[in-house]
């Protein structure tokens, strides 16, 4: 089983950038799907991105183009870099790996 706690969130303007790290409290290297994901209130938890071993990525549509997903397997962490930020990205990020989670991070983007 790992931990993972999240960090990086806060409040910024549209248009903004934020970047979450996601730090596992074990090695991530043998994990192969480590995803972001969001909830936003009153709407139900939303895949981000995801990351596979191998560096396959994937995004769902509405961040394509303004999210990048990393990981850094040295380092036992993932990150999230969210550039063009948008009020309709607000919402609790989460970091799932593989069946763990972690205790989310406020993002908050104001218009």
């Known amino acids: 089983q790992v931990q993972l706690v999240e960090s990086g969130g806060g409040l910024v303007q549209a248009g903004g950038s934020l970047r979450l790290s996601c730090a596992a409290s074990?090695?991530?290297?043998?994990?192969?799907?480590i995803g972001w994901y969001r909830q936003a209130p009153g709407k139900q938890r939303e895949l981000v991105a995801s990351?596979?071993?191998?560096?396959?990525?994937n995004y769902a549509d509405s961040v394509k183009g303004r999210f990048t997903i990393s990981r850094d397997n040295a380092k036992n962490t993932v990150y999230l870099q969210m550039n063009s930020l948008k009020p309709e990205d607000t919402g609790v990020y989460y970091c799932?790996?593989?069946?763990?989670w972690g205790q989310g991070t406020q993002v908050t983007v104001s218009s």
């Open positions: 799932k790996a593989p069946a763990n």
């Open positions: 990351i596979t071993s191998g560096g396959s990525t």
């Open positions: 074990r090695s991530i290297f043998s994990i192969n799907a």
